[in-house]
């Protein structure tokens, strides 16, 4: 389950032009619906109007210019059409409790201690693991010049030559309780480059190591390069469920960026998205002799 194509276009739309002007009037036209549909609609599924949702990415790009470029506040401010340097300063304060100019200063000297650290160790990912068919082939890291919302994202990608038969996962796990007998949702923010093949993927066990419920994403895949987009897996953890695995899957070469995931318990009017669903099985084994 992801969010419906009105809200998949309007993403799409402002991730392309985030440093171009983006009048509400120009949305109906470009993503092919009705300016009061895709109000009600981007809003409902993402908690945000268009405008708030803009204001957060632009941000976020400007937190990465700060960082990675020389260039003036207030040229970043005007890049991003905030109105004056005033206002820009004070929506970065909101969202990262520091003006830009110490954000700045303060970022960067955590940037040189982080190279300092890398150039001795290779780099830790608090809570996530890298595993899969060939995981020695592939990178697990953290990206400060490429994430979504925040300072960092998660970036998984082949660092040598492989094929369509080797993959790699970032992922981890945790305990059921919390969610036990209840259906849930798990979202994220994606973005790839030059991917084979890519997507989230959740899985509940029961407590003998068997998979009761799984998604991959699969029949719905991430390939090539793409900006971010949200995506998003449903599932329902059974009463004998008693672990959650979750992360995302790079098949063959490229990238993949991940960012902001979330769970949440969900209704029963949302479908589930479950791969192992006996409404995918026929009813009765077919074609036994082979003459079909």
């Excluded at 206002?87 to 201690?113: E, I, N």
């Excluded at 991430?222 to 995506?231: A, E, F, L, M, P």
Aim: hydrophobic share 40%; aromatic share 10%; with cysteine.
């Amino acid at each position: 389950m992801q969010y419906s194509e009105v809200t998949q276009r309007t993403i799409s739309y402002i991730e392309c032009r985030l440093q171009e002007e983006l009048p509400l009037d120009s949305f109906p036209r470009a993503v092919g619906y009705s300016k009061y549909h895709l109000l009600r609609v981007f809003k409902e599924e993402t908690g945000r109007t268009i405008g708030e949702y803009i204001r957060m990415r632009r941000l976020a790009m400007a937190s990465m210019l700060l960082l990675y470029s020389d260039e003036s506040i207030i040229a970043i401010a005007f890049q991003l059409h905030f109105q004056s340097q005033e206002a820009f300063t004070r929506a970065f304060k909101d969202a990262y409790a520091v003006p830009p100019g110490k954000y700045r200063k303060l970022m960067r000297a955590v940037r040189m201690m982080e190279e300092e650290e890398m150039m001795a160790t290779s780099e830790h990912v608090k809570g996530w693991s890298l595993s899969g068919s060939n995981p020695e082939l592939y990178e697990l890291m953290t990206d400060s010049a490429v994430c979504h919302t925040g300072m960092k994202s998660g970036l998984l990608y082949a660092k040598e030559v492989v094929n369509e038969q080797q993959f790699a996962t970032m992922m981890q796990g945790f305990q059921t309780r919390e969610f036990i007998g209840k259906r849930i949702k798990l979202s994220c923010f994606l973005k790839t480059e030059q991917a084979d093949k890519c997507g989230a993927w959740l899985r509940i066990d029961n407590a003998s190591g068997d998979t009761v419920q799984f998604d991959n994403m699969d029949n719905r895949s991430i390939q090539g390069t793409t900006d971010w987009n949200h995506y998003s897996i449903v599932l329902e953890v059974p009463e004998d469920s008693a672990s959650i695995h979750f992360g995302v899957l790079l098949i063959g070469g490229g990238k993949v960026w991940a960012d902001g995931f979330r769970f949440e318990e969900v209704g029963q009017n949302v479908p589930t998205t479950n791969m192992l669903s006996e409404a995918q099985l026929p009813a009765q084994p077919v074609n036994l002799d082979f003459s079909e």
